[in-house]
């Protein structure tokens, strides 16, 4: 009798304790500080290279998703003959650096680090320059766009070397793979509408003079 009067305590506690009322403004301590890398993981990686690779990981973060950005306002804001080719290769673009930007914070946060995420840390972060909030003329917008490829191009080429270097295959791998190919192919698929190209007219060769 006196376990059956202890059970039925013990139970009267536990439903006193749930709560269908939502517990609103919740604020603690963060269980990880930015710039820091976890210890527990076992990646046969010492804690200086998370620590470096990290960092430069948040880097290459911070720019491929201002250039994910980028696209889509050159998306919204395309006009001109071009408008309907242009609108969807930018929307391709987009997407794709969607997927890249998801794969670069995946990785920072599998070395035991912390990736950026919100705008404001992301505006602080990039090195790519920031356009203006009207619209441009396409020309202007395929020209900022291959100026943002190429800060990260760069920069893909100098981290996949350091990668190399202290021996993280998997950010290596990444970077070259995913982040240069993408960016570099993009590169050319914008580069190719920058040609002064007839439309509907070919140039007539043109006759050498015979002196």
């Given at each position: 009798?006196?376990?059956?009067?202890?059970?039925?305590?013990?139970?009267?506690?536990?439903?006193?304790?749930?709560?269908?009322?939502?517990?609103?403004?919740?604020?603690?301590?963060?269980?990880?500080?930015?710039?820091?890398?976890?210890?527990?993981?076992?990646?046969?990686?010492?804690?200086?290279?998370?620590?470096?690779?990290?960092?430069?990981?948040n880097?290459?973060?911070?720019?491929?998703?201002?250039?994910?950005?980028?696209?889509?306002k050159?998306?919204w804001?395309?006009?001109?003959?071009?408008?309907?080719?242009?609108?969807?290769?930018?929307?391709?673009?987009?997407?794709?650096?969607?997927?890249?930007?998801?794969?670069?914070?995946?990785?920072?946060?599998?070395?035991?680090?912390?990736?950026?995420?919100?705008?404001?840390?992301?505006?602080?972060?990039?090195?790519?320059?920031?356009?203006?909030?009207?619209?441009?003329?396409?020309?202007?917008?395929?020209?900022?766009?291959?100026?943002?490829?190429?800060?990260?191009?760069?920069?893909?080429?100098?981290?996949a070397?350091?990668?190399?270097?202290?021996?993280?295959?998997?950010?290596?791998?990444?970077?070259?793979?995913?982040?240069l190919?993408?960016?570099?192919?993009?590169?050319?698929?914008?580069?190719?509408?920058?040609?002064?190209?007839?439309?509907?007219?070919a140039?007539?060769?043109?006759?050498?003079?015979?002196?």
């Open positions: 009798m006196a376990r059956k009067d202890q059970n039925a305590r013990a139970s009267a506690t536990e439903r006193q304790r749930v709560n269908a009322q939502p517990r609103l403004h919740q604020r603690a301590p963060e269980i990880q500080e930015y710039g820091t890398v976890s210890h527990a993981l076992p990646l046969d990686l010492e804690e200086p290279v998370r620590l470096e690779m990290t960092e430069q990981l880097l290459l973060l911070a720019d491929s998703i201002t250039l994910r950005d980028l696209y889509k050159s998306h804001q395309v006009s001109g003959p071009t408008f309907y080719q242009l609108h969807h290769l930018f929307d391709k673009h987009f997407n794709e650096q969607v997927e890249i930007v998801d794969l670069i914070a995946e990785r920072i946060q599998l070395l035991g680090g912390i990736s950026l995420a919100m705008a404001p840390d992301i505006a602080e972060t990039t090195r790519i320059e920031r356009p203006p909030r009207g619209r441009e003329e396409v020309p202007v917008q395929i020209s900022r766009l291959l100026d943002a490829h190429q800060v990260i191009i760069r920069h893909c080429r100098e981290l070397r350091r990668a190399d270097e202290v021996g993280d295959d998997g950010t290596n791998d990444l970077v070259i793979s995913n982040v190919r993408t960016n570099e192919l993009q590169s050319w698929f914008l580069f190719e509408h920058l040609v002064e190209e007839p439309l509907v007219k140039d007539e060769p043109r006759l050498r003079s015979v002196g």
